[in-house]
């Protein structure tokens, strides 16, 4: 399975991704990712040191400034 | 809805921007959107910490530093 | 109008435009775009807090690094 | 071999990997890499001055963020 | 003139270049430019507060990092 | 010459390579580049203020996160 191929197995599954110039970690179910990895989340929240910090709601990564995207783990 | 198709939608209404290289974040009103997600935006302003601190106006945003649009709640 | 036309739009005029891994921001007058927004500039000063403090005269500057454009209102 | 052949070669093996905007380094399993060295790791695990500090499991790296890949030397 | 033409015109010339990842200025005569503008330099230095601080030779610059180039004024 | 083609020419040859995000200076042997400048070095030592300071082996460097190359003078 090929990198962008494992994402679209994520879609509607809640992941985590870290975004180049973001220190928190963003966490959202995933509803959608296109040819550049960019992102559209639902339900998006921020974590630091794995508390919940803030609520975003629906949000629109930028595929080229993430650095990782794994599976939630609660 | 593919992520660009999800910035398309929000033509016409009030977005909040997060640039590389921007500590602040930028509120404004989506007037077009192209396909590598440059967007101008009119009556745009500054927001930091939830409060406006400075007025833009018309601008334009290069779309690979941009690191997560969202619809702007008040 | 789409990004890069509203930017194609401002040559012959004066723009201002913050740069990624500058903490200046460059005033110019617009010579020339094009489509991936590299610019040219002419009578190009730096400024910071809204003060001259250089003079840069004719400059290019590569489109991917540009954060965010806007007409310069003096 | 060209460098992203040389990527192809470590699939099936651990490699290591430095990205952009993360302190850490990432070891993992490279489990597939595309043309744009987007890659899938999985039991991957951060090391921070040779000491692992975390586990993240299945993990999908975004290629224009990796600044170095090399094999893994326990 | 567009900004790729504006930079191949200074072929064989001495120019100034802000990298991102570089404090320092580099001056160089310029020896070639493609569409990327990726650049070749010779007789290539650095430069900090206007004062020549190492010399480096011949160096190849990668073009997505180029912040601006301007011809050298010494 | 262009500058890929000047890269090409020091295959087989010690070459050293500034990273972005990387505070020290990689210094290899260059096996292979290709047309996005992605570098596969062998022999690859990592250089602090002129002082070698660990021995990475073979590493792949990736392209578009390369400020600067160029041949090693020890």
Same mark, same amino acid.
């Given at each position: 399975?090929?990198?962008?191929? *494992?994402?679209?197995?994520?879609? =509607?599954?809640?992941? $985590?991704?870290? #975004? *180049?110039?973001?220190?928190?970690? +963003?966490? =959202? ?6 040819? @550049? #990895?960019?992102? +559209? ?5 921020? @974590?630091?040191?794995?508390? *919940? &910090? ?14 990782? &995207? $794994?599976?939630? *783990?609660?």
């Amino acid at each position: 399975m090929f990198p962008t191929q *494992k994402v679209k197995s994520l879609v =509607g599954k809640f992941i $985590q991704v870290e #975004m *180049k110039g973001e220190q928190n970690i +963003l966490v =959202g179910k995933l509803e959608s990712v296109d040819d @550049y #990895m960019n992102l +559209l989340l639902s339900e998006t929240s921020e @974590y630091r040191d794995g508390e *919940k &910090i803030r609520t975003l709601g629906s949000v629109v990564l930028r595929g080229n400034n993430i650095i990782l &995207i $794994q599976p939630f *783990k609660e």
